[in-house]
């Protein structure tokens, strides 16, 4: 069974570094990997979509690498702002048809001014 | 525009009672899913049903049913027999393998 990991549980850090947050998979026969956000009471909101054939995708501030292979993504968030600050989610979709994914735990981030 | 509603936004019951949530997509979406969201917890899937009249449990199904009587919507009934009711819960929708949409959320506080 898919167990999806993700580390670190909590981040809090000043306005404008860079940060990267890590998502770890332990099946690596998957059809693509996504990264959610989720703010306080809210459903959550795609932010990018790697298929398995991918290496990373981009946008904005935000760029998510994908390593089937050794069963990692990294969401990279660049120059962070308080705006920032919500819980960050990976889910990984598997191969073979049924496209039911499996969630991590997230990660709270919270950017201070 | 295109999206996934859930009503209502806060709901609460007396313990014993049935409590049905509702989910409602136009983004004529085939696959609907249900999740329950507790702290610390990460998502956990009730139900699936990726087409209409047909549904599949999910890890967490005892104490919950459903019914996808029309492709738009996928309700969620709360049995009194679901031990411990109290969560936040979310419906979403995708189609083939694209990107899963998420409505906006249903919290239910049993006491």
């Known amino acids: ?113 | 525009d295109g999206g996934i509603t859930q009503s209502p936004k806060y709901l609460f019951r007396k313990e014993g009672q049935n409590v049905t949530l509702s989910c409602e997509q136009n983004l004529n979406h085939d696959a609907m899913y249900w999740y329950r969201q507790d702290p610390g917890q990460g998502l956990r899937l009730i139900y699936y049903s990726q087409i209409v009249n047909d549904f599949q449990k999910g890890d967490i199904a005892e104490g919950y049913s459903v019914s996808r009587e029309k492709k738009e919507s996928f309700p969620l009934t709360v049995t009194s027999a679901q031990k411990n009711p109290t969560a936040f819960y979310l419906c979403a929708s995708s189609i083939g393998t694209s990107i899963v949409h998420f409505g906006p959320g249903t919290r239910l506080t049993v006491t």
Do not use: M
């Not at chain 1, 920032?84 to 039911?100: E, F, H, K, R």
């Open chain 1, 1 to 113: 069974k898919q167990e999806v990991t993700q580390i670190p549980a909590a981040l809090s850090v000043p306005e404008g570094e860079n940060l990267v947050l890590n998502c770890s998979f332990t099946d690596s026969a998957i059809y693509n990997l996504q990264w959610f956000r989720q703010d306080p009471g809210k459903g959550l909101t795609s932010l990018l979509l790697i298929q398995s054939s991918q290496r990373e995708q981009t946008s904005g501030r935000l760029n998510a690498s994908l390593d089937k292979s050794s069963g990692r993504s990294t969401l990279y968030i660049a120059a962070s702002q308080p705006g920032d600050s919500a819980t960050y989610l990976c889910a990984v979709n598997p191969s073979g048809g049924s496209y039911i994914p499996t969630f991590g735990r997230g990660t709270s981030l919270i950017v201070h001014p």
